[in-house]
């Protein structure tokens, strides 16, 4: 599977209905989509889409990724959109809102609020000082080295360039020179790094995480890099393919022992349509006890069919991102469940480029459509795993 890189020619008509959003570093109703740059092979795929907001005054209250609620009910999201819920929804760095004053954005870290001045002009510079003590990072100065034009997904956009320079009781910390901020006038944050860097204790030397922006969503056009699709996950299964897996289960109880088995699945018909892939295969079945001579075979005939309905929206989802569902592989009861992708990474150590995908219910947030609460169910959800070159490999609690 490789990166498919697409730029309809229709990029200049997004490119004017975003001017009029003049460097706001998340434009309204856009989801950005970044590629994180923290390890060599294993790229992160983070989203962000300002998609709710609350007025404060003269200033508003920005939350990100919040459309489920949107999706699940009308009144509920009108109940959501009212109050702090969303909370319940953070992206992996922790920023789930930040707030938009007359000249500067506000982002909470802990105590300490990181301001950004995206009307900045060339040379201004301000500082991000800890208002408690720390032993990192207790200050950070930012400035506006860079006014011009750059390319952007294809296009030709006016770009500011922010050097960030922080400080450990009084001396400088030489890592964070090989970073900056890039704001796009119509695009918003092309490259930057997580705020939660650049104050407190969450900095640690070679962990600071780069993300470029690689995708664009904005009124039903797409630019830039493209999610794999069902086909991509799925359609690779064909008759003869042999699969096999393990499976243990540990007892709550610690008195009772360990309980397993092995399965090979050799796939004897494989019937694609657009909504679904069924396999048919002839499965040998190995159970055992961990500890005891007491091992059974098995050997029959079963099918199993993916649906795409039930996988479809987990494919656009970034890491830490929750969609609401129900699915075979990740179980959840009452309403709607909340499944979550834990991780979505981009793997290009081999000759192919991989997708990764880890999807849970472990969390067993449910939303009830009836009260609009949110709610947690004990003892539920699963996860499974899936990549672009073997399907589904993992799935179980």
Same mark, same amino acid.
């Given at each position: 599977?490789?990166?498919?890189?697409?730029?309809?020619?229709?990029?200049?008509?997004?490119?004017?209905?975003?001017?009029?959003?003049?460097?706001?570093?998340?434009?309204?109703?856009?989801?950005?989509?970044?590629?994180?740059?923290?390890?060599?092979?294993?790229?992160?795929?983070?989203?962000?889409?300002?998609?709710?907001?609350?007025?404060?005054?003269?200033?508003?209250?920005?939350?990100?990724?919040?459309?489920?609620?949107?999706?699940?009910?009308?009144?509920?999201?009108?109940?959501?959109?009212?109050?702090?819920?969303?909370?319940?929804?953070?992206?992996?760095?922790?920023?789930?809102?930040?707030?938009?004053?007359?000249?500067?954005?506000?982002?909470?870290?802990?105590?300490?609020?990181?301001?950004?001045?995206?009307?900045?002009?060339?040379?201004?510079?301000?500082?991000?000082?800890?208002?408690?003590?720390?032993?990192?990072?207790?200050?950070?100065?930012?400035?506006?080295?860079?006014?011009?034009?750059?390319?952007?997904?294809?296009?030709?956009?006016?770009?500011?360039?922010?050097?960030?320079?922080?400080?450990?009781?009084?001396?400088?910390?030489?890592?964070?020179?090989?970073?900056?901020?890039?704001?796009?006038?119509?695009?918003?944050?092309?490259?930057?790094?997580?705020?939660?860097?650049?104050?407190? #204790? =969450? &900095?640690?030397?070679?962990?600071? $995480?780069?993300?470029? /922006? %690689?995708?664009? !969503?904005?009124?039903?056009?797409?630019? @830039?890099?493209?999610?794999?699709?069902?086909?991509?996950?799925?359609?690779?299964?064909?008759?003869?393919?042999?699969?096999?897996?393990?499976?243990?289960?540990?007892?709550?109880?610690?008195?009772?022992?360990?309980?397993?088995?092995?399965?090979?699945?050799?796939?004897?018909?494989?019937?694609?349509?657009?909504?679904?892939?069924?396999?048919?295969?002839?499965?040998?079945?190995?159970?055992?006890?961990?500890?005891?001579?007491?091992?059974?075979?098995?050997?029959?005939?079963?099918?199993?069919?993916?649906?795409?309905?039930?996988?479809?929206?987990?494919?656009?989802?970034?890491?830490?991102?929750?969609?609401?569902?129900? #699915? =075979? &592989?990740?179980?959840?009861?009452? $309403?709607?469940?909340? /499944? %979550?992708?834990? !991780?979505?990474?981009?793997?290009?150590? @081999?000759?192919?480029?991989?997708?990764?995908?880890?999807?849970?219910?472990?969390?067993?947030?449910?939303?009830?459509?009836?009260?609009?609460?949110?709610?947690?169910?004990?003892?539920?959800?699963?996860?499974?795993?899936?990549?672009?070159?073997?399907?589904?490999?993992?799935?179980?609690?």
């Amino acid at each position: 599977m490789n990166f498919r890189f697409i730029l309809p020619a229709l990029l200049l008509i997004f490119t004017t209905q975003a001017v009029a959003q003049n460097w706001n570093i998340f434009p309204a109703y856009q989801r950005n989509v970044y590629i994180s740059t923290e390890k060599n092979d294993a790229h992160y795929v983070y989203a962000y889409r300002a998609d709710s907001f609350l007025t404060a005054g003269t200033d508003s209250i920005i939350f990100f990724n919040q459309k489920p609620f949107d999706e699940s009910d009308p009144y509920c999201y009108s109940h959501f959109e009212s109050n702090y819920d969303f909370n319940l929804y953070r992206d992996p760095f922790y920023m789930d809102s930040i707030l938009l004053a007359e000249d500067h954005y506000e982002i909470n870290i802990g105590e300490t609020t990181v301001s950004f001045f995206h009307l900045a002009t060339l040379n201004q510079s301000w500082k991000v000082k800890s208002s408690t003590p720390v032993i990192l990072v207790d200050s950070t100065i930012i400035q506006c080295t860079f006014v011009g034009e750059e390319e952007v997904l294809g296009t030709t956009d006016s770009i500011k360039i922010f050097s960030i320079t922080a400080y450990n009781d009084g001396q400088v910390i030489p890592e964070f020179s090989a970073y900056q901020y890039k704001l796009s006038r119509s695009f918003g944050l092309t490259e930057f790094v997580p705020f939660r860097y650049l104050i407190g #204790n =969450d &900095y640690s030397p070679g962990g600071i $995480t780069k993300l470029l /922006l %690689q995708r664009v !969503e904005i009124d039903g056009q797409v630019y @830039g890099f493209s999610f794999p699709s069902f086909e991509d996950y799925f359609s690779q299964y064909t008759p003869g393919d042999v699969q096999t897996w393990s499976r243990i289960k540990d007892w709550w109880d610690f008195m009772e022992p360990a309980t397993g088995a092995f399965y090979k699945d050799s796939f004897v018909n494989v019937t694609q349509t657009y909504d679904s892939i069924c396999i048919c295969f002839h499965r040998w079945q190995k159970d055992f006890t961990v500890g005891l001579s007491d091992t059974v075979y098995k050997e029959y005939n079963t099918s199993r069919c993916i649906l795409r309905y039930q996988f479809e929206p987990l494919l656009q989802l970034a890491s830490g991102q929750y969609t609401f569902g129900i #699915n =075979d &592989y990740a179980e959840v009861w009452q $309403t709607a469940g909340a /499944l %979550q992708a834990y !991780e979505v990474r981009i793997d290009s150590s @081999g000759p192919e480029v991989n997708f990764f995908v880890t999807v849970s219910s472990g969390d067993a947030y449910y939303l009830d459509t009836l009260t609009c609460e949110v709610g947690i169910i004990a003892d539920a959800g699963a996860t499974f795993k899936m990549n672009t070159s073997d399907g589904i490999y993992f799935y179980g609690h």
